[in-house]
């Protein structure tokens, strides 16, 4: 997988307009970089220290947690700092609030600051809450008069009257978050610095902190900072923010703005001109049809896979494959098997049978089930006694993706009923993107698929079955045409290989689509495309009668890898405007609305983009 994240500032970066602002800045962060030395071998004494610096031996590497970075805060504002885990977020906070000297620049404060970057630091948790008060309040800066002052209202806010003195050792880390809140607002500051603090707590105190902190804003104008991982929470609270990613700026202006391209684009990998090319998507003007990007999902991978199963009409019902849900390899043989047998296909946990597909098979009222893969036999038998279901279980397993693969076409090659097409398919074992991609062409062809290892190597036994084809074809993924050529001559055999050895998944899937759209033996229309993901593909395990009944393409795009994002992009102008709709497999939180409206996006651009260049061509 990619791992470039991006740490430039993004070409649509706003300016917080602050030339005609005359509001008092509060807060000005000018240049500011911090870095950090950190040991490049551990050491674990004083005297390893001496003998390291003795012998010119001790070596640091520099880690710049900050670098460059420069904004100002005005009166008034409430200023919300975006970025993912490691971006330096804190560290910000840190160096305005004075725990730490910026390396270089300069941050300068106007007026008082009320910290809340870590709640409860300087507790002692044998002391009681009322003795805590005082001393957390003391190390805050507060005099015993203006703690006796405000005693009872930090007592009312945390909501600890009952257990004052119990010692704080007892407490929940809710009531410890209440108490640290309510002795570090109770002052009304120039400056509040909040550090993740509106998500500690349960849901009744997030609210009540985020009141207090509405109240300071709105009745005394307090200049607010707030670092927090919740889009919403920055959206709704801040009228400005600043997004910093490995301690880079990326982006500042107003925070509707600054969430919006956070969403679409933060922590996420790929190339500059990827990126680039995405926020040209979502920034075009198209006005897309509603529902052209749906979503298909279930609860999880178990009820996903039934929905999916439902929804396709099967010869046989007499019959049920199973397979693990948590096995991507068993899964794809247990497809491929169910496509050759044309009966239903679900997923099973390692020792029991969901509840999801429990219910779907005892609308089969299946005499035979077969679970492919790894289980617990006992914990399957049981399980499907305590759901009722009536049905003999065999069980198909070996102890590696390649055995089993041979297995199930033993298995299938032995059915009096059925039999593999001239087709097989080859596949590594540690190669997800091309395991969804071929599910279902494997399923519509009957065609068996062998998993090599992770060199592409194959089994004494896998070479064997390749050798029974006889004027068929392989389509191989991982293995070229030439070295199976060279290593079993299946061209003497009257074999046609067709290799896809595309740079990464996102190529191998293009490469493959285009090729079956073009294949006059497997009827299949792009008008409705599949889109699932690589990086989590347990809601596609069932891509593959799904896919097939329909006669849907199945695309690999992953909105986190935006390489991936581009490639689809090139695909549906390939297509040329052919995709109408899409379905993505996966929930919301893999796909977002904002990722499906990227796709939606595309989708139409690609067929006005093909509508123009027809007119074009009719009216030269």
Known sequence: MPTIVNTTPLAIATSFNDANDNRPVMVDVNHVSMVFNMASEQLNSIKEYVIAIAKRELMF????????????????????????????????????????????????INGNIAPLIELGAGFDMELTARENIYLNGALLGYSRKFIDEHFDEIVSFAEIEKFLDMPMKNYSSGMVARIAFAIATVIIPDILIVDEVLSVGDFMFQQKCEQRIQKLIKEHEVTVLIVSHSNDQIERLCNKAIWIEKGHARMMGAASEVCRMYRLLGGHVGSQEAESKVVEMINRDISCPDNIVTTLCGDDRYSSAAKLMKSVPTKRNDI?????????????????????????????????????????????????????????????????????????????????????????????????????SNTLILVKSDQNGDFITQLPYAYANKASVLITNEDGKLSDKQKAILSEVQNGEVLSFGISAQDLENELGLSQQNVTVHDFLDDGPYNVNCHFTEWQLTHTDHK?????????????????????????????????????????????????????????????????????????????????????????????????
């Open 524 to 620: 299949i229309s792009a008008e409705t495309a599949l889109v699932a993901s690589v990086w989590d593909p347990f809601d596609a395990l069932l891509v593959g009668p799904y896919a097939a009944h329909n006669g849907y393409p199945c695309f690999l795009e992953d909105p986190q890898d935006l390489d991936s994002v581009c490639r689809m992009f090139i695909l549906l102008d390939d297509l040329k405007g052919a995709v109408s709709k899409m379905e993505v497999l996966g929930n919301n939180s893999l796909y977002t609305q904002l990722d499906k409206q990227v796709l939606a996006k595309a989708v139409t651009h690609a067929k006005n983009k093909t509508l123009r260049n027809a007119i074009g061509s009719i009216t030269h």
């Open 61 to 108: 590497k520099e880690f710049r947690a900050l670098d460059d970075v420069s904004f100002t805060v005005r009166k008034g504002d409430v200023f919300g700092i975006l970025g993912t885990n490691g971006s330096g977020k804190s560290t910000m906070l840190k160096v305005i609030a004075g725990v730490l000297e910026p390396s270089e620049g300069t941050c300068t």
């Open 320 to 420: 049920v494959i199973l397979a693990p849900g948590d096995s991507i390899p068993s899964c794809v043989v247990a497809s491929s098997l169910s496509g050759l047998i044309e009966c239903p296909f679900l997923l099973t946990k390692q020792n029991s049978i969901p509840n999801s597909t429990a219910d779907l098979l005892k609308t089969y009222n299946a005499g035979k089930i077969i679970v492919v893969g790894d289980v617990e036999n006992e914990g399957i038998k049981r399980s499907a006694h305590d759901h009722g279901l009536k049905g003999e279980i065999s069980f198909i397993a070996a102890e590696n993706p390649q055995n089993l693969s041979a297995a199930v076409y033993d298995f299938g090659s032995a059915l009096a009923d059925a039999s593999w």
